[in-house]
Protein backbone atom coordinates (compact mmCIF):
# COMPACT_ATOMS: atom_id res chain seq x y z
CA UNK A 1 0.00 0.00 0.00
CA UNK A 2 2.83 2.59 0.79
CA UNK A 3 4.81 1.88 -1.90
CA UNK A 4 1.61 2.27 -4.40
CA UNK A 5 1.24 5.92 -2.80
CA UNK A 6 4.89 6.52 -2.81
CA UNK A 7 4.10 6.03 -6.80
CA UNK A 8 1.44 8.11 -7.30
CA UNK A 9 2.79 10.87 -5.20
CA UNK A 10 5.87 10.76 -7.31
CA UNK A 11 3.39 10.41 -10.99
CA UNK A 12 1.70 13.74 -9.23
CA UNK A 13 5.20 15.79 -8.42
CA UNK A 14 6.19 14.38 -11.86
CA UNK A 15 3.19 16.18 -13.69
CA UNK A 16 2.61 18.96 -11.76
CA UNK A 17 6.73 19.66 -12.19
CA UNK A 18 6.26 18.81 -15.88
CA UNK A 19 3.72 21.70 -16.76
CA UNK A 20 5.56 23.98 -14.19
CA UNK A 21 8.90 23.38 -16.37
CA UNK A 22 6.90 24.15 -19.83
CA UNK A 23 5.27 27.35 -18.74
CA UNK A 24 6.77 30.89 -19.32
CA UNK A 25 7.44 32.92 -16.24
CA UNK A 26 5.54 35.37 -15.25
CA UNK A 27 8.67 37.76 -14.94
CA UNK A 28 8.72 37.47 -18.15
CA UNK A 29 5.37 37.81 -19.43
CA UNK A 30 5.56 40.90 -17.25
CA UNK A 31 9.16 42.19 -18.86
CA UNK A 32 7.75 41.97 -21.88
CA UNK A 33 4.46 43.62 -21.27
CA UNK A 34 6.30 46.54 -19.07
CA UNK A 35 8.50 46.93 -22.53
CA UNK A 36 5.39 47.10 -24.91
CA UNK A 37 3.43 49.45 -22.57
CA UNK A 38 6.75 52.04 -22.46
CA UNK A 39 6.46 51.79 -26.33
CA UNK A 40 2.64 52.50 -26.47
CA UNK A 41 2.87 55.55 -23.64
CA UNK A 42 6.09 56.93 -25.44
CA UNK A 43 4.01 56.64 -28.79
CA UNK A 44 1.08 58.65 -27.22
CA UNK A 45 2.89 60.98 -25.26
CA UNK A 46 2.73 64.84 -25.59
CA UNK A 47 5.15 67.26 -24.29
CA UNK A 48 8.77 67.81 -23.96
CA UNK A 49 10.95 64.28 -23.84
CA UNK A 50 13.30 63.91 -21.09
CA UNK A 51 16.30 61.92 -21.08
CA UNK A 52 14.17 59.32 -18.77
CA UNK A 53 11.76 59.23 -21.15
CA UNK A 54 14.22 58.40 -24.10
CA UNK A 55 16.21 56.27 -22.50
CA UNK A 56 12.91 54.21 -21.16
CA UNK A 57 11.58 53.91 -24.85
CA UNK A 58 15.49 52.92 -26.15
CA UNK A 59 15.70 50.08 -23.33
CA UNK A 60 11.85 48.72 -24.56
CA UNK A 61 12.46 49.29 -28.35
CA UNK A 62 16.06 47.05 -27.69
CA UNK A 63 14.50 44.28 -25.22
CA UNK A 64 11.70 44.22 -27.63
CA UNK A 65 13.89 43.91 -31.24
CA UNK A 66 16.48 41.76 -29.11
CA UNK A 67 14.24 38.83 -27.66
CA UNK A 68 12.43 38.44 -31.45
CA UNK A 69 14.68 39.25 -34.23
CA UNK A 70 11.66 42.09 -35.43
CA UNK A 71 13.01 45.49 -35.94
CA UNK A 72 10.81 48.44 -35.02
CA UNK A 73 10.16 50.95 -37.82
CA UNK A 74 10.22 54.04 -35.51
CA UNK A 75 12.57 56.89 -36.77
CA UNK A 76 15.82 56.76 -35.06
CA UNK A 77 15.97 60.60 -34.46
CA UNK A 78 16.16 62.93 -31.73
CA UNK A 79 13.93 62.10 -30.28
CA UNK A 80 12.69 59.36 -32.12
CA UNK A 81 9.34 58.76 -33.23
CA UNK A 82 6.97 56.76 -35.52
CA UNK A 83 5.78 59.01 -38.39
CA UNK A 84 2.00 57.97 -37.54
CA UNK A 85 0.14 55.66 -34.76
CA UNK A 86 -0.56 52.87 -37.38
CA UNK A 87 3.32 52.19 -37.34
CA UNK A 88 3.69 52.19 -33.74
CA UNK A 89 0.55 49.60 -33.47
CA UNK A 90 2.06 47.76 -36.74
CA UNK A 91 5.39 47.12 -34.27
CA UNK A 92 3.18 46.37 -31.40
CA UNK A 93 1.07 43.75 -33.12
CA UNK A 94 4.64 42.06 -34.65
CA UNK A 95 6.34 41.80 -31.51
CA UNK A 96 2.94 40.15 -29.82
CA UNK A 97 2.77 37.93 -32.70
CA UNK A 98 5.97 37.01 -32.20
CA UNK A 99 5.90 36.31 -28.64
CA UNK A 100 2.44 34.51 -28.58
CA UNK A 101 4.26 32.35 -30.76
CA UNK A 102 7.36 31.99 -28.40
CA UNK A 103 6.78 32.37 -25.42
CA UNK A 104 7.19 28.71 -25.04
CA UNK A 105 11.27 28.76 -26.01
CA UNK A 106 11.78 32.13 -23.48
CA UNK A 107 13.45 31.80 -20.38
CA UNK A 108 13.62 34.05 -17.38
CA UNK A 109 17.71 33.65 -18.05
CA UNK A 110 17.49 34.96 -21.48
CA UNK A 111 16.03 37.69 -20.50
CA UNK A 112 17.89 39.00 -17.13
CA UNK A 113 20.48 38.11 -19.51
CA UNK A 114 18.89 39.97 -22.33
CA UNK A 115 18.14 42.81 -19.86
CA UNK A 116 21.93 43.10 -18.60
CA UNK A 117 23.50 43.18 -21.97
CA UNK A 118 21.23 46.11 -23.11
CA UNK A 119 22.19 48.14 -20.01
CA UNK A 120 25.95 47.25 -20.74
CA UNK A 121 25.66 48.31 -24.26
CA UNK A 122 24.57 51.78 -23.84
CA UNK A 123 27.34 53.59 -21.62
CA UNK A 124 24.62 56.49 -20.85
CA UNK A 125 22.38 53.45 -18.94
CA UNK A 126 25.46 51.90 -17.61
CA UNK A 127 23.61 52.93 -14.29
CA UNK A 128 22.07 50.02 -12.97
CA UNK A 129 19.24 51.85 -11.63
CA UNK A 130 18.06 52.11 -15.14
CA UNK A 131 16.60 48.34 -14.95
CA UNK A 132 15.53 48.80 -11.67
CA UNK A 133 13.74 52.26 -13.24
CA UNK A 134 12.29 50.61 -16.73
CA UNK A 135 11.06 47.18 -14.66
CA UNK A 136 9.48 48.66 -11.92
CA UNK A 137 7.84 51.85 -12.91
Given amino acids: ?8 SFLILAVFFSFAACSPSKNIDSD ?15 GPVSDTILARFYFATNYLERISGVAGSFVDAEPPHYK ?7 DL ?37 ILDYVFDN
Wanted: with cysteine.
Fill in 1 to 8: MLSAMKRF
Fill in 93 to 129: RKWRNWYDGHIEYLTQDRSDSLKREIARDNIWWSDST
Fill in 84 to 90: TRSDCRS
Fill in 32 to 46: FNKCMKIVEDYDSYI
